[in-house]
């Protein structure tokens, strides 16, 4: 089962850039296709992008062109870099695989605000 570890969110301002970065255990992790999903007040989580063993990805329409997921595969890593952000954007922001399996991270809080 891999175990999830988020961090890098926080305050920025609407036209900003945050980088999200992923711990992930297991040594299966290179095999696993990851994504980075989130969940704002009253709604719903959502997945927003992913990231396949091949490197590969794709994305929600509501972040394409502005949102870029990578990995690490040597580190059991995944980014997220987030720029041109929007105040709607404002969630927690958690990884996973996907689909999504096992117990879910704290998250990591990113809140864009003037």
């Known amino acids: 089962q891999v175990q999830l570890m988020e961090s890098g969110g926080g305050l920025v301002q609407p036209g900003g850039s945050l980088r999200l970065s992923c711990a992930a255990s297991g040594s299966a992790f290179r095999f696993n296709v990851m994504g980075w999903y989130r969940q704002a007040p009253g709604k719903q989580r959502e997945l927003v992008a992913r990231?396949?063993?091949?490197?590969?990805?794709n994305y929600a329409g509501s972040v394409k062109g502005r949102f870029t997921i990578s990995r690490d595969n040597a580190k059991n890593m995944v980014y997220l870099q987030m720029n041109s952000l929007k105040p709607e954007d404002t969630a927690v922001y958690y990884c996973n695989t996907a689909p999504a399996s096992g117990t879910w991270g704290q998250g990591t809080q990113v809140t864009v605000s003037s």
């Open positions: 990231i396949f063993s091949d490197f590969s990805t």
